[in-house]
């Protein structure tokens, strides 16, 4: 008998997840629900290394917990989960703690900046001293334990996890340690016995909005100080693939939709936040741009693919990045421009995820489709027009669609 071939083993897989604050978080989502839909032979439940930074870190830890986009969504947009109730309010309370540290320490900065003062008055200067004061200032607004208590509530229910060691799959939450400036992931060698929660708020500790984290007496900070994406990571793991995705791109006007003439003023219009925005932005992707042709040089023989807004999306630069209020018209946004990159990049992504058994489902991407429940019933009642499938298959398919609406409108 001729002897068989044996097949290859598949790619390895790994999904990098940048930052981005609650709207980058809320953008991740929206865009996954749509590679989940698009992309054939990819659970993103299921892939072989997870990478998360900031806000990316929230949505990286719940996949490698079995939590599948369309249930973030659930979560974290429409607040439709009975199993895990979730108050974006309860991640923006005041930190107490550190403005009562911060106010104790006073009296001791104030005899300090005195006695400066009158020992070496020339040296110093009656400015110079005062400036010990500066110390008083908290290090955050928002108490950001909140953080850990929820997502150690949500990682041990059911048959989640709080420990790494313990997941199927590899799982690296980075975050930036203040006291060295080194990136450490969460997850890997020396720091896997930390609890998933608590490695998500220190990769989430932006400086100015939370105090940094302490873990085992060292401070940590937000993990995308030093890198957007980390997508090195995933590749030194050996995926063969690498989705990524950044929800924070500098505005350009020239790409803004027509009709608008007065683009090109409205950054310098906004004021001094708009500058900061786009500087802060330009600094980010810029770097992971670098990053991204370095990976092509370094690792030959891998695929990165990136998913992002248009640099002329108004909707995302001009929204808040802090902001939670009008989260479901922002997720249903990321997920129909998601959609929309998919099938004008189709015919150059395809034969990149042919490579790792991967296949791009164009028909799906075809169809008129939405995230929310109000726009699944006028989908509904749009396929109740139209001759019902005659595919096997896509009965199926059609069927879960509709008992999924259904339980949704029982919720």
Known sequence: MPRVAPSSPPSQIGLNLAAGGPLGAIYEVGALCALD???VGMDLTDLDVYVGVSAGSFIAAALANRISPREMYRIFITNDSAETPFEPDQFLRPAYRE????TLAIPALLVDAFTQFLTHPREVGLTGAFMQLSHAIPTGLFDNSEIDRFLARVFSSGKRTNDFRALKNKLYI???DLDTGRSIKFGGPGHDHVPISKAVQASAALPGLFPPVEI???HYVDGALKKTLHTS????????LVICVNPIVPFDARLAPKGHPNNRDRLIRGGLPAVLSQTFRSIIHSRMRVGMQRYANTYEGADVVLFEPSHGDEEIFFSNVFSYSDRENMCEHAYQHT????????DELEPILARHGVRLNREAL???RWLSHKAHARYFRKLDDQPRPNNPIDKLHDTLDQLDHWLAKDR
């Open 99 to 102: 403005y009562l540290n911060r």
């Open 216 to 218: 085992d007496g060292d």
């Open 366 to 368: 075809e169809e008129d």
């Open 37 to 39: 839909e698009a992309l």
């Open 339 to 346: 959609r929309e990159d998919l099938r004008r990049r189709a």
């Open 233 to 240: 990571i995933s590749l030194d793991e050996e995926a063969a």
């Open 174 to 176: 980075v975050a930036t």
